[in-house]
């Protein structure tokens, strides 16, 4: 098929102006044995940022797919981090490539909570969707998922030295499951509103959660001694093991329930927070020695833990005085009983201080580095990560701002943007600063203050910019120096539009004030410096009866376009500023519009969701195309082309062709509205801007686009998704209201690895078939003939078997999407599967998956494989064969484990003789060193 015309398709390049998203938290973590406390990572979208604090810049992008990451967490050992995405997906990437080797997928929604064990083998995630799943890290793969909560995950905690994992939600419950038997075992029930955060203090014994109020609930954890647990008579709950008080019932001599064979959690008081907001977040340090917390103002409250000797010496003090002051009481003659100091909250966790940051929190991490100086790293809700140092040791310490970033983005979203003329320099504008940057290095060049810009130009030559402000001013500024040159009183409305005259001697301007005004450059010289500056000479005003959206000159200068807050479009002639046409047919107001270069073509884009398509000429409709979900917030045309660009809020930008009324592509990448973007004058690059923080730089490649695949691509790609969201697969004998469930879902992969699976196991049937036929020839005709030929894929995989072809088949399947892709094979493809697995444990092969896929299959198909009278013999092979494998592999694990052990105790034994060697070695040196000296004075005197 031939081009007919050819479109080249734009492809993201990189993703900057954005320093940390709002939705996911922020976390400490250490790059190549760097110093502690000096990195953080911040997600950036559908990316993850690892900031250097001490230099301000980003040293490792954590690269994502197209989702935005909403939660993460850095491993114990500091090696990798936990990503989570909006979409369900958990990402573990390594810290030192920057790559992500293991990927899970068991949520419906966006991953709300990641939180590893204490051997960072194990990784509990919690979702929107208000399930739980526990994962495997080491073995890549889903171990349960948990039900219980009613509403989205908020916090979840592993209990280092038990089995347990606690877990709250916003449905105000906080849960206790107990891991051995996949099951909540007990449920807190002390909150009123959404339970927002929790922490563990004073190794394990303390638990403190965060609500909707300005309380801070503690409580006392109990847990059960192992020597109580058999062989003892069952104390009354009266005077039970746990010292919890029981009912009348317990003390008539019932047996104790399941929760308190476990543990006992009572409610022991409660902190109160100065703020009176809701808990956003709450934090502690790795011993839990610090607790940090924060509503959703910019007051950060941090408290210390005292450890129990310094609360044990607090109260042996004030029952000191307490005996004085009684002892007093008695001197004068009063009747005064012992005194007795009650323990308090407030004597176990005292405030230390308070911090405030320069705008409201979002999120909050703290680390105890050397010494006791806590480093704390905030990531504020204006695109701000700042860093606070405290030198816990004094008594009254202050929060010390050790570092901000804020070069690298706005503070507010950039509501402007401008490419320079020599397709380098790229300016964005914001309600508080502008900034200038280099498009290939995408480092900021200049940082201006200015007022809240909602328009912006490059003044011809590139030496100055322009910007159009809320408040109607014109603001001038030199590149050079980055200082502000004037400020013209403009309009007394918000400025809403500015373009640049084709002959480049002026600018028009409109605005709120349904004024549209023209301006020309000037030169004039400068007072204190004696030098010429650029000013701008107001030259004509045309009135208007409503307020003016945007303006455009026609690339010839003889038409001026004026779009209306009545939903119209008017064309004037330039030089006379009379009217010449009015364009009407828009629902809702033209928030932008564009000329074509040839002057022939006028494109505007409406808040009605519309695009129309007009002729200069007559202003015939040329054509209305539906363009966006959402309005359309910015048009413009590619140089020499009759392309334009749209860009709306339904986050998405679309290319269209005006000659043919086609949609050529749709750039996906913003994951809020797009308020604007920019095109470089040759075409090759586009910049926009987002309520995401983020500018995004899109670049043309030499890839063309062929319009009947592009919708066969979108198709497929709707297809595939209709798939994935359809009915999850039943697990035979799985009860949905039960708590424990399997925990990955069906996805495309998984759909995909099945198909690949049933492909593989046709080709065995096939083969097999092949070979008994030649059997049966070579039988009948009384010699060995020639065998069969191959199959051709086989052949492709270096001449293989077509059982070894099943087996690599399974072997590249991800260990996380297995399970799920076995349960999606039909029955019928089992029993060749069972003979299969078979003969790979015979001769060894792969033992250890195959166990766990045959253990699968046998768990979820068990009643029709034991009611199947011919697979009694493959299982009964099979028990036979697994079972003498599997204890081969164990003796040659625990045979290399001991040799390991042996080597280890070795080493330290060498390392102990070296080291006391070292010692005598050293001492023998000071020795000499000492009567050197003795000799060397005795010499002098």
Known sequence: MGLTKQYLRYAASAVFGVIGSQKANIAFVTIQGGEKGRFVAVAACEHVFIWDTRKAEKVLILKGNKHEVTCLCPSPDGVHVAVGY????????????????????????????????????????????????????????????????????????????????????????????????????????????????????????????GSADSELRAWDISYLQEGKEAGEPKEKKGKSLLGEEGDEEDEEGLDESPVERILSCNKAGSLLREARDRVVSMTTDAEARILACHGTEAVLEVFSVLPEDEVERVMAKKLKKAKKKARDAQAAGEDVQDPVVERKLANEIVRLTNIKASAKIRWVDCIMCAGGELKIAMLLQNNTVETYSLKTWNKNPT????????????????????????????????????????????????????????????????????????????????????????????????????????????????????????????????????????????????????????????????????????????????????????????????????????????????????????????????????????????????PKTHLFFTAGKDKKIKQWDADKFEHIQTLEGHHREVWCLAISPNGDHIVSSSHDKSLRLWERTREPIILEEEREMEREAEFEESLAK?????????????????????????????????????????????????????????????????????????????????????????????????????????????????????????????????????????????????????????????????????????????????????????EDVMFFADATGQLEQKRRKRKKKERAVLTIT
């Open 86 to 209: 909006e979409d369900g997906v958990v990402r573990i990437f390594s810290l030192v490539s920057g790559e992500s080797s293991v990927s899970f997928n068991g949520h419906k929604s966006a991953v709300t909570v990641i939180r590893y064990d204490a051997l960072g083998a194990g990784l509990v995630t919690g979702s929107r969707d208000t399930d739980v799943i526990v994962w495997d890290v080491i073995n890549e793969c889903g171990l349960y998922r948990l039900k219980g909560h009613k509403d989205a995950i908020t916090q979840a905690l592993f209990i280092k030295d038990k089995n347990l994992l606690l877990t709250c939600s916003k449905d105000s419950f906080v849960k206790w499951w107990d891991l051995d038997t996949q099951h909540c075992f007990k449920t807190i029930v002390g909150h009123r509103s959404e339970v927002w955060g929790m922490a563990l203090l004073n190794q394990e014994s303390r638990l403190i959660t």
């Open 399 to 638: 929060g010390t701002k050790t570092s901000r970033l804020t070069l690298g983005g706005h503070r507010t979203d950039a509501r402007t943007l401008a490419f320079s003329s020599d397709n380098i320099g790229i300016l964005s504008a914001s309600g508080e600063t502008v900034k200038v940057w280099n498009r290939s290095t995408l480092q900021v060049i200049r940082t201006m203050e200015c007022e809240y810009a909602l328009c912006s130009l490059f003044v011809p030559g590139d030496r100055q910019i322009i910007l159009g402000t809320k408040s109607g001013k014109l603001q001038i500024f030199d590149l050079a120096s980055g200082t502000l040159l004037q400020t013209v009183d403009a309009h007394s409305g918000a400025l809403w539009s500015l373009c640049l005259s084709p002959d480049q001697r002026g600018i028009v301007t409109g605005a709120a004030d349904k004024t549209v005004k023209t301006w020309e450059f000037e030169l004039i010289k400068d007072g204190e410096t004696a030098q010429k500056r650029l000013t701008v000479k107001h030259l004509r005003t045309l009135q208007l009866e409503e307020d003016v959206l945007c303006v455009k000159y026609s690339p010839d200068q003889r038409l001026l376009a004026v779009s209306l807050l009545d939903c119209t479009v008017k064309v004037f002639y330039t030089d006379t500023l009379k009217f010449f046409l009015s364009l009407y047919g828009h629902k809702l107001p033209v928030l932008c519009l564009d000329i074509s270069h040839d002057s022939a073509l006028i494109a505007t884009g409406s808040a009605d969701r519309n695009v129309k398509i007009w002729g200069l000429d007559f202003g015939d409709c040329h054509r209305s195309m539906f363009a966006h979900d959402d309005s359309v917030m910015f048009l413009q045309f590619v």
């Open 726 to 910: 359809g009915d999850e697969p039943v697990v035979p004998g799985e009860n949905k209201e039960t708590e424990a469930a399997p925990a990955a879902k069906k996805t495309i992969e998984t759909v995909k690895a099945a198909e690949r699976i049933m492909e593989a196991l046709e080709l065995y049937r096939s083969e097999s078939r092949k070979m008994e036929e030649h059997q049966i020839a070579c039988e009948s005709a009384g010699k060995q003939l020639p065998p069969p030929k191959a199959d051709p894929i086989l052949m492709a995989f270096g001449n293989v078997s077509a059982s070894r072809y099943v087996l690599d088949v399974i072997k590249k399947v991800r260990s996380s999407e297995l399970e799920v892709s076995l349960l999606v094979l039909p029955f019928p493809y089992i029993p060749d599967l069972l003979s299969l697995f078979n003969l790979y444990v015979q001769d060894g092969l792969e033992v250890e998956l195959v166990c766990r896929c045959l253990f699968f299959l046998l768990r979820i198909h068990f009643g029709q494989i034991s009611s199947n009278q011919m697979l009694l013999t493959i299982i009964d092979e099979l028990r036979t064969n697994t079972i003498s494998q599997v204890r081969g592999i164990r003796d040659v694990l625990g045979f290399n484990s001991a040799g390991l052990q042996f080597l280890q105790r070795e080493l330290e034994s060498k």
